[in-house]
């Protein structure tokens, strides 16, 4: 078990990507604390992010490189990444504008399970801008 | 489209299972809004997390339901289960008390990338409790 303890004691980053050559990406408000969205890097969107100091994703449904906000302007900037103890998840703390989520609001996590339910949501936030004048069809 | 839009607007939870049958699910501190550990559920393990209360996971090393703390007494106590936008990860807004990742931190993420590297990690944390005296050989 060297291995496994050196990732999680050790100074050298060394993001463990999946069979699909992918990491998980968790952006955190890095004032409210608020978790915003998830999202996957490859390697070639972890090395943008770090270099741009934007978060980039990569696209599953488009199989292409996906700089947050490019097309809605709503960008993320991005403060500090974390790791994880087996460092196969990373925390993106960013500084963002109002309206994170392509559905209007702040956070994509605009939905909580209704207490004694497990088939209904309640919604537990406003929308805080109109999707349909952000992102033409 | 009209799928796609019913996920994302709807009240009626269909969390999306992936093809291996498992959700992330991101835990996070409900007080302090830190968020603690990542994991994975299957169908059953969500279904004993909402029916006790208490976070259960699906472990992929051991194949197996993982009652978050069962070894180490650091359990998860579920204030709130939030859904994203299409219903693929979720959020659970978790009471717990200290020293919630097995490394000894009170978070797994306890490393951040040192600026203006891409390589080195400083340690952000310090450790709550010592793992060796908790986690039997």
Chains 1, 2 share one sequence.
């Not at 302007?73 to 925390?91: F, N, R, S």
């Not at 497990?118 to 033409?136: C, H, N, S, T």
């Amino acid at each position: 078990m060297a291995a496994k303890q050196n990732i999680e004691e050790s100074s050298e980053f060394t993001p463990k990507f999946d069979e699909n050559g992918l990491i998980p990406a968790i952006a955190q408000d890095a004032k409210t604390g608020q978790v915003l969205m998830t999202a996957y890097m490859n390697r070639a969107a972890l090395d943008v992010t770090i270099q741009t100091g934007f978060a980039t994703y990569f696209s599953r449904s488009r199989q292409k490189l996906w700089k947050k906000g490019e097309e809605s302007g709503h960008l993320q900037k991005v403060e500090q990444i974390l790791v994880d103890c087996d460092q196969d998840c990373l925390v993106l703390k960013v500084t963002v504008d109002a309206g994170q989520c392509h559905v209007g609001y702040q956070s994509c996590f605009y939905r909580a399970l209704k207490t004694g339910s497990d088939k209904e949501l309640k919604f537990i936030a406003q929308k805080v801008y109109d999707p349909g004048k952000v992102y033409k069809k």
